[in-house]
């Protein structure tokens, strides 16, 4: 080998290793961003929500959880918890066409106030919305790390396995739950948030809770 090249090949293989240890890490955290999560079993409560139907986009849906609380401000009326809901009304990626049901938890009360909160949903510009009941129920959910990418058919396909792989079947629309709801943002980016997808299963039958681990809301 001519010695004048060497110092030259050398400074070629040190630059590939250096490319490949950047590259490594950056793959690695992207396989991370894919990794299955750990699913789990929740009993979720029978309660009382406010609710508004919102069409548009995951970026513009939080706007709609300020909307309710001010609603439930101006009705005297106290959430139960710092959570909110989503619950998908229909499957599509087109962000003008998707609607999306949000809740947030009230105490009782609210359900005397139906009539007026529809009033206010309008005022407010919402579609549609008022104070009803949600029954007791049991889902299974997986949640994102916040700054992952909010891939949901990712998560959903996590979900339907496991039921598959547990002989359970899913009985209602897929559920997206937020913590501190009264931290987010009217417009945000949905990657930053940790929210929790679920589906309700039936709920007499409860062998998944032998195989995952079971919690109870708020735990």
């Not at 293989?13 to 490949?20: D, G, N, Y």
């Not at 809901?85 to 087109?94: E, R």
Request: charged letters at 20%; glycine letters at 6%.
């Amino acid at each position: 080998m001519n010695r004048s090249k060497l110092p030259v090949i050398l400074g070629l293989c040190a630059m590939a290793l250096l490319v490949l240890f950047i590259a490594i890490p950056n793959s690695y955290a992207k396989l991370q961003d894919l990794t299955a999560p750990s699913v789990s079993l929740k009993t979720q409560p029978r309660e009382t929500v406010l609710w508004a139907v919102h069409q548009g986009s995951y970026k513009t849906a939080p706007a709609v959880y300020h909307e309710l609380r001010g609603i439930a401000e101006s009705l005297g009326l106290e959430m139960t918890r710092d959570e909110g809901t989503w619950v998908l009304l229909n499957k599509t990626n087109i962000d003008q066409d998707r609607l999306i049901e949000v809740q947030i938890p009230v105490d009782a009360s609210a359900l005397r106030f139906n009539a007026d909160i529809k009033i206010m949903a309008e005022n407010y510009g919402l579609n549609i919305g008022g104070a009803k009941t949600v029954d007791t129920s049991r889902r299974v959910q997986v949640t994102k790390p916040a700054g992952a990418s909010m891939d949901d058919g990712f998560y959903w396909d996590v979900l339907y396995t496991e039921l598959g792989r547990q002989g359970l079947n899913a009985v209602s629309s897929p559920i997206i739950v937020f913590s501190n709801v009264t931290q987010i943002d009217e417009s945000c980016e949905a990657d930053e948030l940790s929210p929790s997808f679920a589906l309700e299963v039936e709920g007499a039958r409860v062998g998944l809770s032998s195989v995952l681990e079971t919690t109870e809301v708020g735990s």
